[in-house]
């Protein structure tokens, strides 16, 4: 029986719970391939519950996103820049949780902000719309993972589950900033993106250990760009940035997250955290093709947050998601 047909069995809850164990722990024991990973990405999309968004849209909508587990206590990066973003025009459509990990997941920095996140699918496509942002909270969307989820729990060691949420977006974006808990998934993560239809991405893992493109450390990535994937690494200094050492960008619980996240739209907050939105929104910018250069995308970025534009959009996210 191939890949993909256990997992249609794990999804349509055909295996027992000793079947799904053996099946995750072999998949973990001899080491995930690029095809494994689509696999699963085709059959946990095939049973989402998807936005009904136009294709023309979904060109567009890029998601940035990280596979936790890097247990590095930063602030929410991939969801200020996800803010950052849509104050420019870009759709984000920000596929998400609570914290699994860490102190405070995607969605509980976002519930601090006052944004709403129980919408329906037409909701958030209408906000994606009318805003360039949307929230799809993975807990309404993957109803199979009520059945998954125990069996997931009682393997001590990580499985599958642990890379597949980046990759599974409901609204079938094209583009990525993705990052990973560590470089050995790199290009296995930017091979599984192209295999199931993504268009540009990033791929990044720190060699500090980071999720994200690190401001302390030299980062690896992949590029997808079509049918062509290319690694290398970037080098903060190289961008004229300082390193910082990684207890700069600390984070805590969703309050705190949420209050230094206004700090970096707002000014008040500079230094190592401004620099580490401002280097991630560099290639997210890229991944959407906004931008043809790093250096490019550092300046719009920069002047998105000078201009005021990014605080006055992020209230108008807040108030939005509350008037649907």
């Not at 993106?193 to 990033?202: D, I, M, N, T």
Request: aromatic share 6%; charged share 25%.
């Amino acid at each position: 029986m191939s890949t993909k047909e256990q997992f249609e069995r794990l999804f349509e809850n055909k295996l027992s719970t000793k079947e799904a164990r053996e099946f995750l722990i072999d998949l973990y024991n001899r080491g995930e391939s690029a095809d494994d990973i689509a696999s699963a990405v085709e059959v946990m999309r095939e049973h989402s519950i998807k936005l009904p968004i136009d294709s023309n849209l979904q060109e567009k909508i890029i998601d940035i996103v990280g596979t936790g587990g890097d247990k590095s206590g930063s602030f929410n990066i991939s969801t200020t820049v996800s803010l950052l973003l849509a104050s420019m025009g870009i759709p984000v459509a920000k596929h998400g949780n609570r914290s699994i990990t860490s102190k405070s997941g995607s969605a509980d920095v976002l519930d601090a902000l006052g944004v709403e996140l129980n919408l329906t699918p037409n909701q958030q496509v209408q906000m994606l719309k009318d805003v360039n942002f949307c929230f799809i909270f993975a807990i309404n969307h993957h109803p199979a993972m009520k059945h998954i989820m125990p069996v997931r729990k009682s393997i001590d060691h990580r499985t599958i589950f642990n890379i597949l949420g980046p990759l599974t977006n409901p609204a079938g974006a094209k583009k990525y900033l993705m990052g990973v808990f560590s470089p050995n998934f790199i290009e296995k993560m930017a091979q599984s993106l192209q295999k199931v239809g993504a268009k540009r991405a990033f791929v990044v893992s720190s060699r500090d250990g980071m999720d994200e493109i690190s401001i302390s450390d030299i980062t690896e990535y992949a590029m997808l760009d079509d049918s062509n994937i290319t690694t290398g690494v970037l080098d903060p200094k190289e961008l004229g940035f300082e390193l910082y050492p990684k207890s700069e960008i600390l984070g805590g619980d969703a309050t705190e997250n949420a209050k230094i996240l206004k700090g970096i739209f707002d000014g008040s907050i500079g230094g190592a955290k401004r620099d580490i939105v401002l280097l991630n929104s560099a290639y997210a910018l890229l991944a959407a093709g906004f931008v043809d250069t790093p250096q490019q995308g550092i300046n719009r970025a920069r002047e998105a947050l000078e201009s005021g534009k990014a605080v006055t959009h992020l209230q108008k996210i807040v108030e939005y998601s509350k008037s649907l």
